[in-house]
């Protein structure tokens, strides 16, 4: 991570909340959820495009898709569940 004026949101699971990886990144602002997540893709947000990410075995499989009505809905289901999430 190289532009330390971006902020990333990220939300794991409660039990990575003392992980080494998780305290790592400055910029990272963590919240911990009791709630299992647990999945191979990870999803990135901005203002008018997702990535979808999953992590395979051999080679990552990426789906890019700009549109600004999809990234906002999105992050409209991230923000619910970011704000359910504990600090």
């Not at 305290?23 to 602002?29: A, E, L, M, N, T």
């Not at 963590?30 to 999803?43: A, E, G, N, V």
């Not at 990552?60 to 992050?75: E, G, S, T």
Request: one cysteine or more.
């Amino acid at each position: 991570i190289k532009n330390e004026d971006m902020k990333i949101h990220a939300i794991y699971n409660e039990e990575y909340r003392d992980k080494r990886t998780v305290k790592k990144y400055p910029c990272i602002i963590s919240r911990f959820t009791q709630r299992i997540l647990y999945s191979k893709t990870t999803t990135i947000i901005t203002e008018s495009s997702i990535s979808l990410i999953h992590w395979q075995e051999d080679i990552p499989l990426v789906i890019n898709i700009k549109d600004k009505n999809i990234a906002l809905d999105y992050k409209n289901e991230f923000m619910k569940l970011w704000k359910s999430a504990k600090k």
